[in-house]
């Protein structure tokens, strides 16, 4: 996991707990819930740079006080499973021992679930926290010189040694950019990258 994720990730969580636990931001919070009106929000969301397709839905009551909860889901659709020179029932432990085929690439493909603690702090500024499972599929390319496997040479196989399921930590800040349109900036471990996305607050 690289460190600058890491570190993101981590003060986002402590800023959320020290929010959480500042009398003046409680009181503040508390006469906005009462008077503010409940957030549902659905869209966009994306892991960048593993996993461009997903969805993610957004709730704050008015009843909770500035509390609310986060949830998305993310996957790529693009996989060496689909290429054409994918062999299935390979392994890179034979390939490495029996073939002694020459590597020449690595790719890896992920789908995530996440579910997050939300905290307001203004009309339009929020924080979340949480955490949830990744799932990874990793894949070696070989290249084989003489040209009957995959395709003119080149085959991929899974690599079982990395695949496999993660815990995901994520943090990160929901801004409201307008009445109806709210933007997500945050970090995430697994796997590590940052969330992006633009999601549309519901009518009530």
């Known amino acids: 996991m690289p460190g600058g994720h890491g570190r993101g ?23 906005e819930g009462e008077a503010g ?10 892991n960048v740079p593993n996993m461009f397709v997903g969805a993610s839905a957004h709730f704050i009551p008015a009843g909770l006080r500035g ?16 290429d054409e020179g994918f062999i299935e029932g390979l392994t890179v432990e034979q390939v490495d021992d029996e073939l002694g085929h020459e590597r020449s690439g ?23 926290a949480g ?35 993660y815990l995901n930590g994520m943090a990160g800040v929901m801004l409201r950019l307008t009445s109806s349109v709210t933007a997500h900036f945050g970090a995430e471990t697994a796997p590590p990258g940052f969330t992006l996305g633009l999601s549309l607050t519901l009518p009530q």
């Open 9 to 31: 990730a981590a003060a986002a969580c402590a800023l959320l707990a020290l929010t959480a636990l500042a009398p003046g931001t409680a009181r503040a919070q508390e006469g």
């Open 37 to 46: 009106q409940t957030r549902l929000g659905v869209g966009y969301v994306a």
């Open 67 to 82: 509390w609310g909860v986060y949830a998305d889901v993310k996957f790529d659709i693009e996989s060496p499973a689909d």
């Open 106 to 128: 690595q790719e890896g493909s992920w789908s995530s679930v996440n579910l997050a603690l939300v905290r307001t702090l203004s009309p339009e500024l929020a924080l979340y």
């Open 131 to 165: 955490g949830g499972v990744g799932w990874r599929k990793e894949y070696r390319q070989y290249f084989d010189p003489d040209r009957e496997l995959g395709v003119s040479g080149l085959y991929w196989v899974e690599d079982t040694g990395l695949s496999g399921t």
